[in-house]
């Protein structure tokens, strides 16, 4: 016999997760607009309409689990697009193809939330903080489809070294995070915008990040000459 389940428990529960959304989206904001360690777990439960300063331990644990579970919630749909958009491509596709499989399931995920948002802008807070650092990285290095993205980007560049390739990356991702925080900042404030839409701005990132970071010196490298009169110039060697 199937045992009737208790109304009040659901209404506990339910109570309990409207309680962590309003954590998770007052925590974000903040920590997008003053930085994670700026911002105590006390202003967190007040900006959550929280009576209980104690809320956030109480439901999250640390700032850490907080920081780790607003990064989760956003993952999750960044995630389904990219393993879409990786199916959806041949995996002998050029670069262009395999960095947009980078660039825009990020913005395709800011778009969809609407304005404003805040996710990309705690990102860069959290690209920055060293105590908060290895959460994203660390978890965004464990998505299946993103290092699947990364493999596709360096099969394409035979002739650059793995170390090359890794620092590539890094800039990439730097690239990436920080342009995407300046255009939503820009976008919630009403300041003016370099292009008109989330997708605009993943095609201008995209042809940045394939045009500059990505590209072999066609003739060696470039080395800053200062024998002209003690000026720095650039030149190419090799």
Known sequence: MTRP???SADCAQRAASTTQ???LAAAERLFAEHGVFAVSNRQVSEAAGQGNNAAVGYHFGTKTDLVRAIEEKHRAPIERLREQMVADIDTSSDMRAWV???VRPLTEHLAALGNPTWYARFA?????????YHIVVKDALSS???V???DGINHCLPELSAAVRAERNVMARNLLVHTCADFERALATGAPVPRPSWDAAASG???AIVGCGWRRLPHGRAVCDESNG???QMRFVG
């Open 124 to 132: 860069a807070q959290v690209m920055t903080d060293p105590a908060y």
């Open 21 to 23: 959304e309003a954590i």
């Open 5 to 7: 389940r208790d109304h």
């Open 230 to 232: 003690g000026s720095r």
């Open 144 to 146: 299946p489809s993103l």
């Open 205 to 207: 990132l995209i042809d």
């Open 100 to 102: 947009g499989c980078l």
């Open 148 to 150: 699947q993205v990364i």
